[in-house]
């Protein structure tokens, strides 16, 4: 099945460092999504991307939808430790109802 | 933002038992509704897609007769897992769609908090 590459799959960083992380796919992408999620918790989403080049802020948080349609990053700014959690980026095929998920990247802040 | 919950939130059960998880959207329709497992330090893998109204579509690999669904209205839909065991020991997460927001590419799913099921 489908799948997207997220990387890296973790980063150890200290507060107030900016954060970059990516998705890619072999596939093309009609939205592009970047989830939160805490422990014992559901994703949250965070950005939402519908169209090639589209760049979308959230506060410190930045995402953009890449012109190939299959690849986005999000970056974050001046990271604080409420930011620590698992982002995921999540594509969604053209047509379809579903997303699909990448692995996760597991963000730890050392204050 | 839309909001959807999940219940129980956690629960344990003993092996060869049936468990229900319930997942409603609060303050939308939500047509279809996905159901997703997620093991430990993993990410969320889709098990299926519910449609109000009719049979829930599997994804590849998941028994349709051991996690039943039901959507029958347009708020609630059911997870039930049958005769578990303890590798159906998981998070399972539901998420809705806004109907409401629907545009041609637009597909924004809201997710529940989770129920974390323990087989033992």
Not at chain 1, 13 to 37: H, R
Not at chain 1, 46 to 66: C, D, H, M, V
Not at chain 2, 39 to 60: D, I, R, V
Not at chain 2, 67 to 89: G, K, W, Y
């Amino acid at each position: 099945g489908q799948q997207l590459n997220q990387s890296p799959q973790s980063m150890f960083i200290q507060e107030g460092e900016d954060v970059s992380m990516n998705c890619t796919s072999s596939s093309i992408f009609n939205t592009w999504l970047w989830y939160k999620q805490e422990p014992g918790e559901g994703p949250v989403l965070l950005i939402a991307l519908y169209k090639a080049g589209e760049l979308t802020s959230n506060g410190r948080l930045t995402a953009q939808f890449g012109i190939t349609r299959k690849d986005s990053f999000l970056n974050i700014s001046a990271s604080i430790p409420s930011d620590v959690g698992i982002y995921f980026c999540a594509g969604q095929l053209l047509g379809a109802q579903k997303l699909v998920f990448g692995q996760g990247t597991r963000l730890t802040i050392n204050p | 933002g839309a909001v959807v919950s999940q219940h129980p939130s956690w629960v344990i059960c003993k092996s060869g038992t049936s468990v229900k998880i319930e997942c409603r959207s609060l303050d939308f329709q939500a047509t279809t509704m996905f159901w997703y497992r997620q093991f430990p330090k993993q990410s969320l893998m889709l098990m299926a897609t519910s449609n109000e109204g009719s049979k829930a579509t599997y994804e590849q690999g998941v028994e349709k007769d051991k996690f039943l669904i039901n959507h029958a209205s347009l708020t609630l839909s059911t997870l039930t897992v049958t005769s578990a065991h303890p590798e159906d020991s998981s998070f399972y997460i539901c998420s809705a769609r806004d109907f409401s927001t629907r545009r041609s590419s637009y597909n924004e799913q809201f997710f529940g908090p989770g129920t974390r099921l323990t087989v033992l």
